[in-house]
């Protein structure tokens, strides 16, 4: 069991926040779960391939967002972040 604090997770979270208002495909992939499962902002399901592709295509391009995060819970050594 890795012993993850809120504050890793908290600098994760900045990497990638980061990394996706720079469109910076290659970070992204290396910050990204394999087995990742995200929800866009249009309620579909979408997977670490499917985020990167929209990312390279620039379906996707983040001008201006804020970071923040309501609540952060650890599971042995899995997070759950939730942002409002």
């Given amino acids: 069991m ?6 890793d997770v908290v600098e ?4 990638l926040f980061l990394a996706r208002l720079a469109n ?3 970070l992204l992939d290396q910050l990204l779960d394999d ?3 995200a929800v866009a ?4 399901l979408l997977t670490k391939e499917m985020d990167l592709n929209s990312h390279k ?6 001008e201006d967002a804020f970071r923040e995060i309501d609540q ?3 599971f042995g050594d899995a997070t759950l972040s939730i942002a409002p």
Avoid: Y
Wanted: glycine share 4%.
């Fill in 2 to 7: 890795n012993n993850i604090t809120k504050d």
């Fill in 35 to 37: 087995n990742l499962t």
């Fill in 24 to 26: 910076h495909v290659d």
């Fill in 41 to 44: 902002p249009t309620g579909e």
């Fill in 72 to 74: 952060i819970s650890l």
């Fill in 57 to 62: 295509s620039k379906t996707i391009v983040i």
């Fill in 12 to 15: 994760a979270e900045n990497k």
